[in-house]
Nanobody, 123 residues
Framework: QVHLVESGGGLVQAGGSLRLSCAAS????????MAWFRQGPGKDREFIAS??????TYAAHVKGRFTISRDNAKNSVDLQMNHLKPEDSAVYYC??????????????????WGQGTQVTVSS
């Protein structure tokens, strides 16, 4: 059974940084895309970043501030978040698929989800 476990969330001041990590167990995703999404209160889950064999993709509002990285040996994916803004506050989720992903920004492309980690950015 596949499990994804996120860590690294917390409270940070605007302009600060956080690094989120997601460890996968019960499956290997080295050849597949893994992604990060977030969901704020009352909002839909939104795409943040993805990383796979074809490279990385970022949402426009985080590009240049966030960096996704994969460690296939550890079966993990990290999200380095710099220059954080209050509007970045949300629960952050990592996601993994069961096969090749075409639409990396679509939540429906991913089968497995972590439980989420809260990120709160104070102004």
């Amino acid at each position: 059974q596949v499990h994804l476990v996120e860590s690294g969330g917390g409270l940070v001041q605007a302009g600060g940084s956080l690094r989120l990590s997601c460890a996968a167990s019960g499956g290997t995703f080295g050849g597949l895309t893994m992604a990060w999404f977030r969901q704020g209160p009352g909002k839909d889950r939104e795409f943040i970043a993805s990383g796979g064999l074809t490279g990385e993709t970022y949402a426009a509002h985080v590009k240049g501030r966030f960096t996704i990285s994969r460690d296939n040996a550890k079966n993990s994916v990290d999200l380095q978040m710099n220059h954080l803004k209050p509007e970045d506050s949300a629960v952050y989720y990592c996601a993994a698929p069961t096969s090749l992903v075409v639409f990396v920004a679509s939540p429906g492309s991913y089968r497995y989800w972590g439980q989420g980690t809260q990120v709160t950015v104070s102004s």
